[in-house]
């Protein structure tokens, strides 16, 4: 969640709905993971809320002891979230937590509107507990400065690392109290003493109280407090203003508070109902794809840096991150936003493209001088993160350059870029070796080899850039690209299809793979092959060796055997148990889908995918998942930026009858 312009757009949210896939004993809906002004850089996470019985002390945490949550969104064009926990005390009392949460749509401020009920009136107290990341993506240090202030008729705790500094207030709209009914800045992690964490304090501990700090220094969480009393309906809002000095964070949460959340929202809805009036939505039909399909829409939006990159996703699987910028998956998601004319994002996208590429002669670990190339993928600032080579995210870029360029027929935008595309296509003519490109990392960042995905993209960058090169007037330029494109073409099938493969003969991860694995990648099919027709239209639906592999994707040991989803390839044990599991991906479905709809294998197919598959995937916000298990239930990772932009894209492809954003052919 985010807002689509303005000082919110800063402010990146996401909630997560337990169990999750470590089937831990937990049901309830959490506020997690909190981004300002760099989406790949937690402020805070974990926002806890806490419900304490004043006569028993007994203190209930609303992702561990909630008995059930939902959680969606208001509507598919507004995503401001809804979430619902229930709860039952241990003598069986019932209480129930609603909260609104939005971003204030002029100001880089979290706010949430809270609804507590109680079953009687035997006294409550609620908490507000908050872990503060402020996590420094590059070093690890996450040593922060916490302290209780006064200010302007609000108490605030407020947190800075030396460059970052958020606020967190409160305010009860019905007797407006601002204050706080007691604070506790702790240490995370300390189980004893005068450091102790505010969550040993106020959870652990079990006395249901908050012993009162007002400063801390180190890894720290906060607790704030309200008294019910004996009310059994009781409404706050919670306000977190984020800033670069402590002034700008305490006038950021505060002002929302003093507005209120009605007014704040009814801002938020009318901002978003301006970007979606921009914009062009085929809104399918069928009332669930239209909410999938939209929801898409958004959560491309929502998940753009303000520099212009869109990170992969909001969420941390085990320790590792999806918020930083892949640039293959920009470039699918340059394409989506092109074909619902959200051009000015798209622009925004190859803006941050432009500025990441690598100018300067530099040598990876390989000693192979990038320049021209891209990174693997990087922080939202455009400094690298990991740095191995995929031609997808070489090519790919020249290919989002030309298309954005066909949609607009804006020369400015072909003079803008085409010093990007031109360094980029003088990378790929240098990157051969007899009449092919040289070997170099699969997509799914596995396998050092000729892979398949990966050599396709280099070709359709190839053409790309001659279309470019020809608008230009460098004909000599144009013919070079091409010739070459064509070479690499007519070698196509040497490196990349096997007629004793692993299950028959298909195209394969890569050639000539480096070291081993099992299944070996120059015997396994793989998903990512089927973009070597769309979009990289390097091989047509209908070819031999085409269809040969598209009819293998029905086999049970490539994809989930009670849903009809494919997997990367089979044996994948990129999963969160780390071991292979039956189950499949939305995105290999949707790009195995299209080949199956143009070549004739099934004409259904991308109708299927739209409306009747991926709405049965889809997480408990209506999102598309990386990975689905063999039931096709929501396994890993959501939602995954990639997967929302191919469900938009075979949407909008199948109101047009046709592929969109076909590269360009020979």
Known sequence: MSAPFGGGRNVLAAVNKYPGTNHRAWNGALIEEISAFRLDVEQL????VLLRRSDSGATLDVRNDAVASTVGYSSSRVPEIEIHNSFRFPDGEAATLDQRVLVSPNTPALLIDNHVRFADERGHSLFTLASLGMDDVRSGDDIEEATYRHTAGYDFIVAHDGNRYLALAQRNPETGQTTFD????????????????????????????LTETTHKEGKVDTAIGLHAGRDTDVRWTTGIGFGTSEQEAVDNARWPLYAGYERERATFVAFWKAWCENISLSSPDDATARKLYELSVMSMKCAQDRRGGIIAGAFKPEQSSYRHIWPRDLV????????????????????WLNHAQITSHTTDERGIDRYGTWWQNYYTDGSDHWQDLQLDQV???????WLLYEETGDDALLEAHYHMSRRAADFLL??????????????????????????????AGLRSMAELASAAGDDAYADRCRERANTWTSNFKEYCFEENGLLGSHYVTASNPEYADSPPPDQRPDGAAFMAYWPWNVVAADDETMLSTVKHADN???????????????GDDYTPTGVDEDGGWPICEAYADMVRWQSGHDTDAVSDFV???????VTSANL?????????????NANLLWSQATYVLLAESMRRGEPYGMAPGE
């Open 395 to 401: 090519g790919g870029p020249i290919y989002a350059h």
């Open 556 to 570: 049970t040991a490539w994809r989930a055997k009670r849903s009809p989803c494919l997997g990367r390839y089979p």
């Open 430 to 459: 240098s990157w051969e070796e007899n009449g092919f490109p040289k070997a170099h990392q699969d997509p799914w960042e596995e396998i050092w080899g000729h892979s398949t995905e990966g050599s396709a993209a280099a070709i």
């Open 624 to 636: 598309l998942p990386e990975r689905v298990d063999g039931a096709g239930r929501p396994r890993w």
């Open 611 to 617: 409306y009747h598959h991926a709405p049965e995937w």
């Open 182 to 209: 007691g604070q506790r800045i702790g240490v995370q992690g300390v189980a004893s003493g005068p450091d102790r964490s505010a969550w040993q304090d106020l959870y652990l501990d079990g006395a249901g109280g």
């Open 45 to 48: 996470y974990d926002l806890h």
């Open 332 to 351: 699918i998601m340059v394409q989506a936003l092109s074909a619902v004319d959200a051009t000015p994002e798209a622009r925004r996208a190859l803006d």
